[in-house]
C-alpha cells in the first residue's frame, strides 16, 4: 500500500514561547518574571502542542463482492481515534459501480489526523454481511483499502459484532451525534440501522453495548 496522503494543515503555537518561559525555574517564594506565562499555561500550551496539530488523512477505499466485483451503493465508514481522547472524526462514503468510494459531492472521504491517531473502518451493504476493523495496531497503513464483502448467504451469520466496537452513532459523543445529526448523513445512519437489524430481531444474542447502539440508531431514525 502506499503511503497515506496528508495535507498538512500547521496550527502548532510557537515553541520559541514555551522555551523562553521554560529557561528559568523558580523557588516556591519567588514569583515569576511577568514576561513568562505561569508554569500551568506552559503545561496547557504543551497539551495544545500535542492535540492541534492535525494532518488530512485521504480515505481511498473500494468496496467489492467475493469475486471482487464493486458493489455499487456500498456505504464506507472511517472513524479517527487516540487512546486517551476517543474518537474525534469521522468520515464516510457511497461506492460507485467499480466500487470505489466518494462522498456525496465526490471527493475522496477525509479524516483529521493527529499523532498517535488510529483507524476504525466499516462496510456495509444490502444483502451482504459487514465488516468492521478497529486497527489498534496500525496494519492499515495506506489509503489504498480494499474490503471484500460476502453474500449473507456465504456466513455463517448476517451480524459483525465488531460493529458494536465502533464508536458510531456516538451515543456518548454528544459533538459528533449533533454531527450526525446532519441531514447528509441520513444514508449512512440508514445503512448501520440494517445491519443492526439481526440483533433488532432477535437472531442472535445481543450485549447490553449492542442492544443501547442498535436503540440509539432507532431513536436517529426516528427523528428524520
Known sequence: ????????????????????????????????????????????????LTTACESRLDLRARVVDSKGRGIAGAIFYAEAFQYRGGVYDFAWGQADSQGIISTGTGQVPALRWRGNAKLAIAALAPGKTPVAVIDYLDRI?????????????????????????????????????????????????????????????????????????????TKLLSEK
Not at 180 to 206: C, D, H, M, T
Request: hydrophobic share 40%.
Open 141 to 217: 497503513s495506506g489509503t489504498d483499502i480494499e474490503v471484500t464483502l460476502q453474500d449473507h448467504s456465504d456466513t455463517t451469520m448476517n451480524w459483525e459484532p465488531r460493529l458494536a466496537s465502533l464508536s458510531f452513532p456516538f451515543e456518548q459523543n454528544p459533538a459528533l451525534a449533533r454531527r450526525l445529526r446532519q441531514p447528509e448523513n441520513v444514508e449512512l445512519i440508514e445503512a448501520f440501522a440494517e445491519a443492526y437489524e439481526p440483533i433488532k430481531r432477535g437472531e442472535v444474542s445481543a450485549t447490553e453495548e449492542e442492544w443501547a447502539k442498535m436503540e440509539y440508531l
Open 1 to 48: 500500500m502506499s503511503a497515506p496522503h496528508r495535507s498538512f494543515r500547521i496550527i502548532c503555537l510557537p515553541t520559541a514561547l514555551i522555551s523562553f518561559c521554560a529557561r528559568r525555574t523558580y523557588a516556591h517564594h519567588e514569583l515569576p518574571s511577568a514576561r513568562c506565562l505561569p508554569l500551568t499555561l506552559i503545561a496547557f500550551a504543551l497539551i495544545i
